[in-house]
C-alpha cells in the first residue's frame, strides 16, 4: 500500500497493491493492521455506506457538528471527483479544500479524517461509492455547506448545472 499525504496532509491518498493478469486483478481493499501501520492511524470503522450516483450528481459538503465522521472512500464502478474541506477551526489549513479522482480503474482510496466536510461530483455515466466511517451516522446533527462557497472555491471539473438534492440546494457556509 502507498500512502500520499495531500496538499492538507491529514488527508490521505491511498493506493493498495493490485495483482491483476489478464484473468482480472485481485487486491485488499482494506487490512486493518496494514491500515495502522502505513497510516500511523488507529481508525475503528463502524459503518460501510454504498451509494449510487448518475453523471453531474454533486452530493455535499457533508459533515456532522457533532460525532464527526473520519471516512475512508473508493469507487467500484465509474469515476468522481472528491473533495474534502478543511473546517476544524484550530487548524492551519481551515477552510481549505483538495479534490482527487478516484474511480474504479485507479482503485485510489481517499482517508479523509474527523473534523472536514465531503463532497463528490460523478463524471461517469454512473458511478458506485463505497465508503467506511469511524462514526455512525446521525441526521440529527448532520449539516451541509454550499457546493460554490466563494470562501470555499472550489474548483469542480463542471461542464453542465450539477445535480443536487434538496438538502444540498439548502447549503450554508461551515457553523
Known amino acids: 500500500m502507498k500512502v500520499t499525504p495531500t496538499a492538507i496532509p491529514d488527508v490521505l491518498l491511498i493506493e493498495p ?3 491483476g493478469d489478464d484473468r ?26 454504498h451509494s449510487k450516483s448518475s453523471r453531474n450528481v454533486l452530493r455535499g459538503l457533508h459533515y456532522q457538528i457533532k460525532r464527526p465522521q473520519g471516512k475512508l472512500l473508493r469507487v467500484v464502478q465509474g469515476e468522481v471527483f472528491d473533495v474534502a474541506v478543511d473546517i476544524r477551526k484550530d487548524s492551519k489549513t481551515y477552510g481549505q479544500w483538495v479534490g482527487q479522482i478516484l474511480s474504479a480503474e485507479n482503485k485510489k482510496q481517499l482517508w479523509i479524517p474527523p473534523g472536514f466536510a465531503h463532497g463528490f461530483l460523478t463524471l461517469s455515466e454512473t458511478a458506485e461509492f463505497l465508503y467506511k466511517t469511524t462514526d455512525y451516522y446521525a441526521p440529527e446533527h448532520e449539516r451541509c455547506i454550499a457546493w460554490d462557497d466563494p470562501k470555499i472555491g472550489i474548483k469542480w471539473p463542471l461542464t453542465v448545472a450539477p445535480l443536487l438534492s434538496k438538502k444540498d440546494k439548502a447549503g450554508k457556509g461551515p457553523a
Do not use: H
Open 17 to 19: 497493491k493490485v495483482f
Open 24 to 49: 482480472g486483478f485481485f487486491f485488499e481493499s482494506f487490512n486493518q493492521k496494514v491500515f495502522e501501520e502505513a497510516t500511523g492511524l488507529q481508525a475503528t470503522f463502524v459503518q460501510d455506506n
